[in-house]
T-cell receptor, first 113, second 112 residues
C-alpha cells in the first residue's frame, strides 16, 4: 500500500542508451512531479503534471521526456543517456488544493557508465 | 530568483541534546515551507508543513517556526535520539504551480 512508488530502484546503463523510470501514486492526487538529486545532494524540480497536463518544465535537456498516461502515473523517459545524467530521480505527488503537501517516492538511482 | 540556504551543513551531537536547524530563503513571497527528512538511500519523508500565514507547527518532539518577513525558518528537535540521524531538508513552495525550492540540507548525526 505504498503511496508513491517508483520502478526500478536502481538502474545501471551505458552512455547512449535510452531508459525509462516509472512512477505511480495511489493517493488520488492530481499533481505529480519529477525531481533530480545530483551528487551534491541538491534536489531540483524537473517537471510537473496536473491532471495529465504539463505545468512545470524547468530547464531540462530535450532528451528528458515525461509522459503521464493518467493522473496516477508519471513516467520519465531519457534518450541518449550521458554521464552527467547519473543522479537519484524522485517522483512526488500532491493534491491540487489545500496544503499542496508533496509526498515523495523512494527514488531511482541512475548510474550511467 | 528564490534561493534556500540551510545552516549548518552538518551537525554531530550527543543523544539527549536539544538542537536547532536553520533555513533561510531570499524571497519572502512563499506559499508554504516544508521540512523533510531523508535517510541514506531512501526517499523524503515530510515532517512538517507551515503555511505562509502560520508561525509554527509541532509534531511530537519537532517544532518548526516560520518568520516570513525575515525569510527564516527553524526546526527544533527536542531530546535528540540516535534514530533522528538523517539529512533534514527545507523546501519553500513558490509560484503558482506548487514548485518546491530545496535547500542543500543539514546532515545530522546523533551519537549515543
Amino acid at each position: 500500500d505504498t503511496a508513491v512508488s517508483q520502478t526500478p530502484k536502481y538502474l545501471v546503463t551505458q552512455m547512449g542508451n535510452d531508459k525509462s523510470i516509472k512512477c505511480e501514486q495511489n493517493l488520488g492526487h492530481d499533481t505529480m512531479y519529477w525531481y533530480k538529486q545530483d551528487s551534491k545532494k541538491f534536489l531540483k524540480i524537473m517537471f510537473s503534471y496536473n491532471n495529465k497536463e504539463l505545468i512545470i518544465n524547468e530547464t531540462v535537456p530535450n532528451r528528458f521526456s515525461p509522459k503521464s498516461p493518467d493522473k496516477a502515473h508519471l513516467n520519465l523517459h531519457i534518450n541518449s543517456l550521458e554521464l552527467g545524467d547519473s543522479a537519484v530521480y524522485f517522483c512526488a505527488s500532491s493534491p491540487a488544493g489545500g496544503t499542496y503537501e508533496q509526498y515523495f517516492g523512494p527514488g531511482t538511482r541512475l548510474t550511467v557508465t | 530568483k528564490q534561493e534556500v540556504t540551510q545552516i549548518p551543513a552538518a551537525l554531530s551531537v550527543p543523544e539527549g541534546e536539544n538542537l536547532v536547524l536553520n533555513c533561510s530563503f531570499t524571497d519572502s513571497a512563499i506559499y508554504n515551507l516544508q521540512w523533510f527528512r531523508q535517510d541514506p538511500g531512501k526517499g523524503l519523508t515530510s515532517l512538517l508543513l507551515i503555511q505562509s500565514s502560520q508561525r509554527e507547527q509541532t509534531s511530537g518532539r519537532l517544532n518548526a517556526s516560520l518568520d516570513k518577513s525575515s525569510g527564516r525558518s527553524t526546526l527544533y528537535i527536542a531530546a535528540s535520539q540516535p534514530g533522528d540521524s538523517a539529512t533534514y531538508l527545507c523546501a519553500v513552495r513558490t509560484g503558482g504551480y506548487n514548485k518546491l525550492i530545496f535547500g542543500a540540507g543539514t546532515r545530522l548525526a546523533v551519537h549515543p
